[in-house]
């Protein structure tokens, strides 16, 4: 028996539980907010392409009968966290979505104070089958629940029951901190006949996914020992894990086992507020994951994106054979602004997610779909920039835009020196940003930029020559994108593993949509999100500039950019 489809939702939660030293706040809470609901929704900064509902606050998708739904954490009241649900969107494309009635809120003992973060599973024979965290008390004490369609033939899947005689189908078992126990992930079949989940915890600073065993779905067991810990990550929010394959990009059943393949393990971190991932081996006689030493196993390891982006699940989607995650990204506003524009948070394109073919990290792309929104296009070919030059691309919205670019240079003998105290890539980009001159860089894109360049995020590519290989910075900088200054602007970055010795060239493609730049380094190599509000760069106010700012010349080889149409959302 294997899994044919799954269904996980994209979860962030937002709780405050009780620690040993006192009270443990993984989201600010709003009380005289959370319940205000703006008379009218202000669209100047809501995304044209990019998943939000209608108004209110927001924090993964299934394919079923011919439909793939999205649940999110939702505040149908307001636009701060509060009142949570479980909103519930449908789409026959991944890109246009038609909003449901929530498909969970509040009603029962076992979910009193709250039906937060969950995972589904299609039964083979009989339909989906929701897990999720249910909250019974005001201390935060957590419990798994489940949940089933009422109709599971309605292909909409608009009304869920709650079996009494069911939940909670699991507790913390003694000794642990029932605080901290949520998150059930989507179950795979083993060939030992038993179902699997694991959920996120942590004892004392040390992170933990512990992993349980049913036969029916229904009594679960824990096993002797969490299939994976690492010691000081602090609590392992949204744990996912799903094989991949050693070759080709197409996506695995969760059930999946072999030589040829590998299996991903990812946590949110509650602690750094980002995701980490590693890849490695999965013993299932053992109920044990053992992560490859290629990678950082905690905070300094590898992350599906080095922006704003978190809670985030992937499903198998089997029309296409492939895996998808969805991320989530919140706002970096004020909470009041929030409250005044009527809408808080979005969901990050879905993108398609496959093995490197150096074994060593994953790749990301857009899934095809986003392309049937591509309207106008606009070309660039072959025009050299020499220090300081910027070149402007005409002809397209570019305040709604999807550019792919690849730069090209002769030589790397002008790259600075790469100090191994630069172990930070975040740091490193917050002192070398785009003004700051170099050899080989920075180079590469200002998006949502003002006429005159007062506003601008700048996502940019600088070379370093270390020790035995080149150092490759990518980074999206906000330091520039808003005239408000009262905003989060952070230079978000990573490292794009990649051997510039025979090829050098390096490849960008950025999401541009009023209040996101959504950006991927070299194929999905290294990806960043920012979300920035610009106060000159607005709709058709927006340009978009190619730059470079270092000594080595520079050619656009080649650049494509598209005025991107606005998605349905109902």
């Known amino acids: 028996m294997s899994l044919t489809n799954c269904l996980c939702l994209i979860v962030f939660i937002l709780v405050c539980v009780l620690c040993n030293n006192g009270v443990e706040a993984f989201h600010d809470i709003y009380p005289g907010l959370q319940s205000i609901s703006a008379p009218s929704v202000n669209k100047l900064h809501r995304t044209g392409f990019h998943f939000q509902p209608n108004r209110n606050w927001i924090n993964g998708p299934m394919y079923y009968r011919g439909i793939y739904h999205l649940f999110y954490q939702y505040n149908p009241k307001g636009a701060v966290w509060g009142n949570i649900v479980w909103g519930h969107s449908v789409s026959k494309d991944l890109i246009n979505w038609k909003e449901l009635e929530p498909a969970l809120f509040p009603s029962k003992p076992f979910d009193k104070y709250g039906c937060w973060s969950g995972s589904a599973t299609i039964l083979p024979g009989k339909g989906p089958v929701i897990l999720y965290t249910g909250v019974v008390d005001k201390q935060s004490n957590e419990v798994q629940c489940i949940a089933i369609p009422a109709n599971a033939s309605d292909p909409l899947l608009t009304n869920w029951v709650k079996p009494d005689r069911l939940n909670p189908i699991l507790t913390a078992d003694h000794g642990m901190n029932g605080s901290v126990f949520r998150d059930p992930t989507t179950a795979w079949f083993g060939k030992d006949g038993h179902w699997r989940i694991l959920i996120g915890g942590k004892t004392g600073d040390t992170g933990v996914a512990y992993l349980y065993r049913s036969k029916n779905f229904l009594k679960w067991i824990r096993a002797k020992h969490p299939i994976h810990s690492a010691k000081r990550t602090g609590m392992w929010e949204c744990p996912d894990f799903y094989p991949v394959s050693l070759e080709g990009k197409n996506g695995l059943d969760l059930s999946m086992m072999g030589n040829n393949v590998k299996h991903v393990l990812k946590n949110s ?16 006689n053992q109920d044990k994951y053992i992560p490859d030493k290629t990678s950082e196993d905690g905070w300094g390891g590898l992350r599906y994106d080095y922006g704003n982006f978190y809670a985030s699940k992937s499903f198998f989607d089997p029309t296409k054979n492939r895996r998808i995650i969805w991320g989530w990204a919140n706002e970096s506003d004020t909470k009041e602004d929030d409250v005044k524009k009527g809408w808080a948070g979005i969901q990050a394109i879905p993108r398609t997610v496959w093995l490197d073919s150096s074994r060593r990290q994953l790749r990301q792309w857009p899934v095809e779909e986003l392309n049937r929104l591509r309207g106008k296009q606009v070309e660039m070919k072959n025009r050299k920039l020499k220090k300081g030059g910027y070149l402007e691309v005409k002809g397209i919205t570019a305040s709604q835009a999807d550019v792919e670019v690849t730069f090209s240079f002769s030589s790397l003998d002008k790259a600075e020196a790469f100090d191994p105290k630069w172990e930070n890539a975040e740091d490193l980009c917050a002192q070398k940003g785009s003004k700051v001159p170099g050899g080989v860089g920075p180079f590469g894109l200002l998006t949502l930029a003002s006429k005159k360049l007062e506003e601008y995020t700048s996502v940019f590519f600088r070379v370093f020559k270390a020790s035995n290989k080149h150092k490759i910075l990518m980074c999206s900088d906000a330091k520039s994108s808003s005239l408000n200054r009262e905003l989060y602007k952070p230079s978000f970055a990573g490292f794009v593993n990649v051997d510039l010795g025979n090829n ?20 999905g190599k290294t990806n960043i999100l920012s979300r920035v509000y610009p106060t000159l760069a607005l709709k058709e106010k927006a340009h978009l500039f190619v730059f470079n700012n270092g000594t080595e010349h520079i050619t656009v080889e080649n650049l494509k950019a598209w005025s991107m149409k606005t998605a349905s959302r109902n």
């Open 269 to 284: 971190l509650d602690i750094t507020r980002y995701e980490y991932y590693t890849i490695g081996t999965y013993l299932q």
């Open 504 to 523: 050098k060239k390096l490849s960008l493609r950025s999401l541009i949509d009023h209040s996101v730049v959504e950006s991927f380094g070299v194929g």
